[in-house]
């Protein structure tokens, strides 16, 4: 046992964030930390690291630890091998860095110790897919950690057991990413088959009892044909007590059945949302095959070119992934299609929406609905319809933006753009700030979108869902999927093949050095060495 964590309570002031009765963390267990934004991810991170201290309750500790926070903005200085194997020693010269740079320097340190337990908080935060990848492939080789992310990638590869915050307590699915939604669906489908048979069974008991409360006013009720005088003649006592008593039989029945009613178990149902009928003529579609078309796009800032003489054809209706490391001008190539480049053709009644990183498209005075609604083509039911599957609830529509978190800009910047007459959304790192559920939804609205999308991002899965192409920029060039099959297509299948089977048996070889360099397994300097000779053979396949 690595950790034990007894009857631990968390408190902001008086809001209670979370309830821990037991847990307890075992060598091996490789574990992704889920939940949405102020579930209270990180301050149990740090609970475990001991720098935040619980109102309640007692942790217990049995091994050595490393903790990598996600906002220290210290000053990395990170072992010298550690860096070379995330690539960043020549960084250390450096006076400035980019946030992926100081991300990958902090987090070689972190790695650079010999613990037992890691607990890592958005490693991949400001990485492109290289490092993203990287990351991925040291977390494969660790014994035991527990990783917060939303990178989906990252929970289905490398962790063993998921476990979820939410409701302020801690729920736990053996297995991987995949292997929690298959147990989330399968949870979901058994709440919904209860609640159906709950209710069957509530509306037969209603039935009932209705029925029985009819049969009550009706004895109670004086026999049709029976004049007053006749009642009276034949009895009025003997028939009066006759009908109390079936009328007081027939209301303790009723009121037996009631209390059936008020003992059956308490299911909610499953939330079944709508599809949301968007006005698309106020949307203004374009007609025709192409969207955009591209040639000899060159951008540059002094003597550097950022964009080399680049052309591309955008589908209309198409989903379009813009990938590539940082630094190779995804921004770039947004913003140039953004401002109307001369370079680029758009098609008539093409309105571009673009998502801005620092949220200019938001009034800080307004509240979200106000802001939702500013420049809204829809109806009210579609505004309020989308800011629902964005996850902001009722009371939450009259928050100002003020007040708002980062991931709440970026839900509220999002659902602006959709519900706007826009038609064409760039969209720059959509999943910034978002948790899980949050991207969710954005990926779920964004596949029924009716119009067309150029997105960059880093996160396979969503690219994965969401995307119907994908676009590469390497070295100031663009590379578009034809261009890569007419590339195989020139006699080249067989060297492809070959030089991914070397590729792979050198990830394999890698993978083994970093591991044994993580174990103190072996001659430091001959692994760093066997370590930089396979790099150098990968950069030159």
């Known amino acids: 046992m690595l950790l034990e964590l007894q009857q631990i309570v968390k408190r902001f002031d008086d809001r209670e964030l979370f309830r821990i009765p037991l847990w307890q963390l075992h060598q091996g267990q ?12 990180t301050t149990l991170l740090r609970i475990l690291e001991g720098s935040c201290k619980p109102e309640e309750g007692c942790l217990k500790r049995f091994c050595t630890l ?18 070379r194997e995330l690539s960043v020693a020549h960084l250390l010269e450096q006076e400035q860095f980019s946030g992926g740079e100081r991300q990958r320097l902090r987090l070689s340190e972190a790695l650079s110790k010999n ?29 035991s950690f527990v990783l917060v992310t939303h990178d989906q990638t990252l929970l289905q590869d490398a962790c063993n057991q998921i476990i979820e ?31 159906e048979t709950v209710e069957k069974q509530r509306r037969k008991l209603q039935d009932a009892y209705e029925r029985k409360i009819r049969q009550a006013d009706k004895a109670a009720r004086k026999p049709r044909g029976i004049s007053s005088s006749e009642q009276k003649m034949r009895g009025k006592v003997a028939l009066r007590k006759s009908k109390d008593g079936i009328y007081k039989a027939l209301h303790r029945q009723a009121d037996a059945i009631a209390t059936r009613i008020d003992q059956l178990e308490k299911v909610k149902p499953v ?34 070119c950022v964009l080399n003489d680049i052309h591309f ?21 947004l913003h140039a299609i953004a401002e109307g480049n001369d370079a680029v053709w758009k098609a008539p ?76 959304l760039l969209l720059d790192e959509p999943t910034n700030y978002l948790d899980l559920p949050s991207i969710r939804c954005m990926t779920k609205l964004l596949q029924n979108y009716e119009g067309s999308v150029l997105f960059v991002s880093h996160d396979a899965a969503f690219i994965r869902d969401v995307a119907t192409e994908v676009w590469k920029l390497q070295d100031g060039t663009l590379y578009l999927p034809q261009e890569r099959v007419n590339k195989a297509d020139k006699g080249k299948k067989d060297y492809e093949r070959e030089r991914e089977t070397r590729r792979m048996i ?18 430091k300097e001959v692994l760093e060495q066997e370590y930089d000779e396979i790099m150098e053979k990968l950069k030159n396949l």
């Open 313 to 333: 054809f955008m589908k209309n209706h198409s989903r379009v992934a813009l990938v590539g490391e940082n630094g190779s001008g995804k921004t770039t190539l």
């Open 115 to 143: 613990c037992h337990l890691f607990l890592l908080d958005e490693p991949t935060s400001n990485l492109d897919q290289k490092g993203i990848a990287y990351v991925k492939q040291l977390l494969q080789t660790m014994d």
């Open 506 to 523: 050198l990830d394999m070889r890698r993978s083994e050095v970093v591991n044994r360099l993580l174990q103190n397994q072996g001659d």
């Open 165 to 195: 915050l939410s409701y302020g307590t801690l729920h736990v699915y053996d297995g991987n990413y995949e292997s929690y939604l298959r147990q989330k669906e399968a949870l979901r489908r058994s709440q919904q088959h209860r609640y």
């Open 271 to 304: 939330d079944e949302q709508e599809a949301i009928r968007m006005n698309l003529q106020a949307m203004d579609l374009p007609q025709g095959k192409w969207l955009l078309k591209a040639q000899r796009l060159r951008v540059s800032y002094g003597d550097h």
């Open 30 to 41: 490789r574990i992704g930390l889920i939940g949405a934004n102020g579930s209270g991810k």
């Open 349 to 424: 009644r093409v309105k571009i929406g673009q998502l801005f990183q620092q949220f200019e498209n938001l009034q800080e005075d307004k509240t979200v609905y106000e802001n939702a609604a500013a420049d809204s083509v829809q109806g009210d039911a579609v505004i309020r319809g989308i800011l629902d599957r964005l996850l902001f609830r009722q009371q939450d529509l009259s928050k100002r933006v003020a007040f708002l978190s980062g991931g709440e800009r970026m839900r509220l910047s999002f659902a602006k753009l959709m519900v706007s007459a826009c038609n064409l």
């Open 66 to 83: 490393s903790y990598f926070a996600q906002l220290s903005q210290d000053t990395v200085y990170g072992d010298g091998r550690k860096l």
